[in-house]
């Protein structure tokens, strides 16, 4: 596990840790104190000193206000560390997941990273930070009580540690299947969120084909699976503390045997004994704590770790190529492709786009225009051939530089529960002019008109029809405002009217590139086009404009002939 990973704890964060730690020494250091006034206390009653008994009292009632102040105070100290250290944490992860590259990212289950941001952060928090000063105060609580009980009998104190090894050696054996066990349950609880996230997404499909039954079996067998990890867990947290528990019963009466038979001989006073027996919960609680403390925390360790691994898992290197324009345009050479070995997504694929020029990717279903376009935003480097932009091989080019000219509009659209506002801008502050250019062009005057702003969209733009998703998704691209477009079948949620007008407003930006994957096949869209490519099963098997091609009468002109739409 990587130093950076734990360090991000302590990043702005080591003073309120060092007071912390200093205010938990001083708290563990009194209440070992506690046992030495138990020990005056019962010595001067013995001897009938009531002078001494006031004065004992006095300091007695000092101590514990100095007692109440610290705790007071360390508990403020503590927990706003304990704030800190998370929310850095929490902040890192994310901060490392979305530099992550779109292959590695839509490769993985979400649920993975829902369950390390919710359950495991639990568990880092509990068995990590908290952990580590539950350690320091039963160490200290430990060396001070110890410390005391040498400076009473020493040949006591000897036993004691002789008893200690017991619990120790314990802590040791089982800490190991601890950390096994937690690691299990992690990946569980991964699987458990990843089944409700499909139950729940997938809820309309479920009840139209009256799978209901079906579907509470799958959660009950992930609930119970999980369930059952959780139980052995805490079947070997519970094993290690019944076993400490005993050892630590059997450690207190035999000190106190002990104490007893060195006062009958006169070696001890009646106070010592007293003061020692009370000084063993001092010692006994850290040892039957401390194992499981240090298995807890070890376990935490093995779940930063796993964070480490997704974090580093990023199937596309970035590039150290700058530039800020796409120079004399886009050329593919000889590009293939595969998602599986040996089965072509794409092969052979050689064209050239201009820029300020307005392209057009036309094809049956699977024949390989999505992907055509996942390869031109970066989404694989695992391709054959080459893709330049600027001259430059795209896999050469820092993805920073190539999302600044690049921008896609998707046909399945996210949303965020959030303002249509903000939607549209992705948090980013624009002009007002800017906003307004891009509402008018991607047609969304109207909704803006209707529902304002700020109206919420709700989750996934559940407030949204189809067509109003569609339509923020592509101001999102207009107010970006760069270089080059692609759209995936972008108007393909929108009236035909709405669609017609949202390409031929685009279609006329002359600044603009763009790539348009398109399912319509309307003759005043396509002949805005400069050029047309073709696709089938994965290669261009014609290019030329709209006119050129029904001339050709070769595929793409029995394409459109089928489309019923050449008037």
């Not at 991000?8 to 708290?27: M, P, R």
């Not at 050696?169 to 991964?190: T, Y």
């Not at 925390?297 to 530039?323: F, H, P, T, W």
């Not at 050029?531 to 595929?555: M, P, R, S, W």
Request: net charge negative; hydrophobic share 45%.
């Amino acid at each position: 596990m990587k130093e950076e990973h734990t360090s991000v704890f302590f990043e702005n964060n080591k003073l309120l840790f060092a007071v912390s730690t200093v205010l938990l020494i001083i708290v563990n250091i009194l209440s070992c104190v506690y046992a030495y006034i138990m020990q005056v206390l019962l010595d001067a009653s013995t001897g009938g000193n009531v002078k001494q008994l006031i004065t004992i009292l006095v300091e007695t009632i000092s101590l514990f206000l100095v007692f109440f102040v610290t705790q007071m105070i360390l508990n403020k100290v503590r927990y706003a560390f304990v704030r800190r250290a998370m929310s850095q944490y929490k902040n890192k992860v994310f901060n490392l997941l979305s530099h992550k590259s779109i292959a590695s990212f839509v490769n993985e289950r979400t649920s993975s990273y829902v369950s390390i941001l919710t359950n495991d952060v639990t568990v880092i928090e509990n068995g990590y930070i908290n952990g580590l000063f539950d350690i320091i105060s039963m160490c200290t609580s430990f060396a001070g009580a110890l410390l005391l009980m040498i400076w009473y009998n020493w040949m006591m104190t000897l036993v004691v540690l002789f008893l200690c090894i017991v619990p120790i050696v314990m802590s040791v054996l089982i800490g190991d299947k601890i950390v096994h066990l937690e690691k299990g349950i992690s990946d569980k609880n991964e699987k458990f969120v990843s089944i409700i996230k499909d139950l729940l997404m997938g809820f309309p499909v479920v009840k139209s084909f009256q799978a209901e039954e079906q579907a509470v079996n799958l959660f009950c067998d992930e609930n119970t699976d999980l369930e059952k990890g959780k139980e052995k867990r805490k079947a070997a947290e519970g094993t290690i503390k019944i076993i400490a528990n005993e050892v630590g019963s059997f450690i207190q009466i035999g000190v106190f045997l002990m104490g007893a038979f060195l006062a009958i001989k006169g070696y001890i006073t009646a106070g010592v004994v007293i003061a020692f027996v009370q000084l063993m919960n001092n010692v006994m609680e850290p040892i039957q704590s401390l194992p499981a403390l240090f298995a807890n925390r070890k376990a935490a360790k093995g779940l930063i770790a796993k964070m480490e691994q997704y974090a580093s898992n990023n199937e596309v290197k970035d590039g150290d190529e700058v530039i800020d324009d796409i120079g004399e345009g886009i050329q593919f050479e000889q590009v293939g492709f595969s998602y599986e070995k040996g089965n072509y997504a794409l092969h052979d694929i050689s064209f050239k786009i201009e820029k300020g020029k307005h392209y057009g990717i036309v094809g049956g279903s699977g024949s390989g225009k999505s992907t055509l376009l996942n390869l031109l935003m970066g989404g694989f480097s695992n391709y054959e051939g080459n893709i330049y932009i600027a001259k430059k091989e795209i896999r050469d080019i820092k993805r920073e530089c190539l999302y600044q000219l690049l921008s896609s509009v998707q046909q399945n659209v996210f949303i965020f529960d959030n303002s249509i506002l903000n939607n549209i801008t992705m948090f980013k502050s624009f002009d007002e002019e800017q906003v307004n250019r891009a509402i008018k062009m991607s047609g969304l005057e109207k909704l803006i008109h209707e529902k304002g702003f700020d109206y919420l969209c709700g989750e996934n733009g559940i407030n949204l029809s189809g067509g109003e998703r569609q339509r923020i998704s592509i101001a999102r691209c207009i107010l970006k405002n760069t270089s080059v477009m692609l759209m995936d079948e972008a108007t393909a949620a929108l009236d035909a009217e709405t669609a017609k007008t949202v390409m031929t407003q685009i279609l006329e930006m002359d600044e603009l590139t763009s790539i348009v994957v398109t399912h319509s096949l309307e003759k005043s869209i396509l002949e805005r086009f400069d050029k047309l490519f073709v696709l089938q099963n994965g290669t261009i098997v014609e290019a030329g404009t709209f006119g050129e091609l029904l001339k050709n009468k070769k595929y793409f002109y029995a394409l459109y002939s089928l489309s019923g739409e050449q008037n």
